[in-house]
């Protein structure tokens, strides 16, 4: 019996000497790479001699590297040894397709090894093994073991598309699996401030549910989506409150000031320079309609009836307008007074508008906190 590993050897050597493009591959024991690249040279170049003797050198090699793995992962004692064998006959089928499409390469192997009855077997055993492995992680009852068998059993649909009853297993693993939460919003009290925090929450509500899509494993509940579906033991509750706020508190700042501007004045003597002194009196005055305020976040486990986040986000806003009027010469004014000058005094913003101001930066500051609290169950 010939020794295997010296002609393997010899082999090696051979294509690495032959084919620059594929030794890094061939040195890595990649060598699906180098045949792929090989195949991939002689679309382009047919007669491509080192391609030639890369493909016809080690393709028998590689298949009988193939099925050696194949043997060793079939007899062992590793649970998911047959999806092993999968990716191995998989790799081999890949190659072959590759080579049947490539003319010059079918000329080199004229007949490339394909599996299909073996390969539909390992799906059968692949899917077997994964399939009960999650009625195994559904019978412990757990939120993480049903994610467990959910990932079971998506594979084992992978592998054979509706094996047995496992398009319903996934639903039911799935539900059993997914955290679900119940936001809560308090309406602002509106004794003193005629403003409305419903534009707010919907803001976070859809951004929360575009962030964890329904098919995630955390689901997002309003009060009365919760109480029509009969959600009545979440996982999470949060609570969204604004509170310690006031909107709309006016400042208003006046300054007084002499200005006097040395102006050049154009003369038919170029060689004289005559100046002109202008003066103006200037009053600016500034309107500040400070805003601010705090939203509560609470996050709730009421199975634990813990508190598991407590805390305070501010959010602020200062509506400024700044106007100026004059008595004087125009001339004694820089551009920045002219400006002030054609301001004018405005109404107050409504506090509906303050109000909306104040939620931009606690909306920046929110929506991040509850993402990275719950990707953690996602």
């Not at 996982?235 to 909107?247: K, N, Y």
């Not at 705090?294 to 996050?299: G, S, T, V, W």
Request: proline share 4%; aromatic share 12%.
């Amino acid at each position: 019996m010939r020794n295997y590993k010296t002609i393997f050897y010899i082999l090696i050597i051979a294509i690495l000497s032959s084919c620059s493009s594929g030794k890094k591959a061939f040195q890595k024991g990649d060598y699906y790479t180098a045949l792929y690249k090989a195949v991939d040279r002689l679309k382009s170049s047919p007669e491509n001699k080192n391609a030639t003797k890369v493909l016809r050198d080690g393709y028998p090699v590689t298949l009988e590297w193939t099925q050696e793995e194949m043997d060793m992962a079939i007899t062992s004692n590793d649970m998911f040894k047959w999806e092993r064998a999968i990716y191995l006959m998989e790799q081999v089928n890949r190659l072959s397709d590759q080579i049947r499409r490539t003319p010059a390469a079918r000329q080199i192997i004229n007949n490339p090894k394909s599996y299909s009855a073996e390969l539909n077997m390992a799906y059968e055993k692949a899917a077997e093994i994964r399939y009960n492995l999650g009625l195994e992680e559904l019978e412990l009852n757990t939120k993480e073991s049903a994610r467990s068998a959910y990932e079971n059993f998506v594979a084992a649909d992978r592998f054979v598309a509706g094996y047995k009853n496992v398009r319903e297993l996934l639903q039911e693993a799935k539900e059993d699996a997914t955290i679900k939460v119940i936001m809560e919003a308090i309406p602002v009290p509106s004794q003193r401030y005629k403003v409305s925090s419903e534009f707010f929450y919907n803001q976070v509500f859809e951004y929360v549910n575009n962030r964890f899509r329904p098919e995630s494993f955390v689901n997002f509940y309003s009060p009365y989506q919760a109480e029509t579906e009969g959600l009545i033991d979440p996982d999470f509750i949060v609570d969204l409150e604004f509170f310690d706020f006031s909107i709309g508190n006016l400042a208003r700042t006046e300054k007084e000031e002499s200005l006097k501007k040395r102006v050049a004045i154009e003369t038919r003597d170029s060689t004289k320079v005559r100046y002109k002194t202008f003066s103006a009196k200037l009053k600016t005055y500034t309107d500040e309609v400070i805003s601010g305020g705090n939203l509560r976040l609470l996050i709730l486990e009421p199975s634990g009836n813990k508190i598991l986040v407590d805390e305070l986000i501010p959010g602020g806003f200062t509506w400024v307008n700044q106007y100026a009027i004059y008595v004087g010469d125009i001339e004694a004014l820089n551009d920045n007074q002219l400006h002030l000058v054609n301001n004018k005094a405005l109404p107050l913003p409504p506090h509906q508008d303050l109000f909306i101001e104040i939620t931009r930066p606690i909306y920046e500051q929110l929506t991040g906190k509850l993402q990275r609290f719950f990707r953690r169950y996602n």
